[in-house]
């Protein structure tokens, strides 16, 4: 049986540990769809555009248009691209998926293609104020069975950096009512990290997979110098080396070192990765399900990445909801060309709240069998925890206090 229209749509902005956005969109026959709609910072710009521009759009529709829907909300709305439309039109796709795996009786992969694996390689994060608290945040992980782990360090003459919590408690990066400010300093930096990679291998070996990020904010030539500095240690991948908005800057980069790239976190379409594919000038695209257009256009993105042997990497923040992250994992266990996945575990009280389908087992995630992407909201539970303005930090240099990327 196939449902014939979508009776509601309604968008759920919660705040159980953080701030997340979900669309619910439920079919004449009470078959309830999940789409994540969260954009960290910007939550209710992307609940908007739902509630007032998409939701009225959405109902009446046959739910089993998923293509058809994706391509009146994206060409239809003659405005393009953009993080809120493409995180918006993400939401409805995963919900539709949704419900129609739910109408075959399916789990998700099914309907994608089938299983190409058993399971799903991830890496966790390890970061720490110093090197030996890094160390030690890397063994801890290694307990837990991770074989990939991106480390991060604080650098020495700065205060408060990213990927470092400061209080003890998991890293959060929205931490403040109002943003808060960081000081930044890049010979610092590019002194500190080969340091804390060197550290890394004297203590755990050769066999670890060690990742670190960049987060935007060297140059080309800078991004060159830290990539060749860091040959030695035999990363897995360097993250966002350079700011995304110029995909030409990654050519330097790429002629100058062999130490594997990975960016995207940031894009929201194929149109940003293109070039970057095309010219292999990245090993792994880190595009996410929620802010690149949902399934029906992230899988687009992926199958173009195959062509030139790119693998993929998804975004795995917390600031992506559970939904995301059961959808990412249906499509990691069909995609042929699935490298790894990132896994920041949510924090309580979000499990009253979201109900997943999906588990950690020592270095690995696994999706379940449940028919659809396999992740919940429970909307009362929900209520009990409102929407609570959250920012990013800014970034200025610690020399002359002017902006610089975060
Ligand atoms: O800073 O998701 O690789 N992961 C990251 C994240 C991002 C946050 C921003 O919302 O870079 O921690
Ligand atoms: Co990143």
Known sequence: MSPTKIVDARVLVCSPGRNFVTLIVQTDDGVMGYGDATLNGRELAVASYLRDHLVPLLIGRDPSRIEDTWQMLFRGAYWRRGPVTMTAIAAVDMALWDIKAKYAGMPLYQLLGGRSRDRMLVYGHATGRDVAETIDAVANLKEQGYEAIRAQSGVPGLEKIYGVSQSGKAYEPADGDLPTTEAWDTAAYLRHVPQLFEALRVKFGDELQLLHDA?????????????????????????????????????????????PLAIGEVFHSLFDCKLLIQEQLIDYIRASLVHAGGITHWRRIADFAAIYQVRTGCHGATDLSPITMGCALHVGAWLPNFGIQEYMPHQAPIEDVFECDYRFERGYMYCGEAPGHGVSVNEEAASKFPYKRAYLPLNRLKHDGSLWDW
């Open 215 to 259: 987060h935007h904010r060297l140059s080309p030539n800078e991004a060159a110098q830290l990539g060749r500095s860091l040959e030695p240690y035999r990363l897995f991948w360097l993250e966002d080396v350079t700011p995304a908005d110029n995909p030409e800057s990654l050519r330097r980069v790429r002629t100058q070192t062999v130490t």
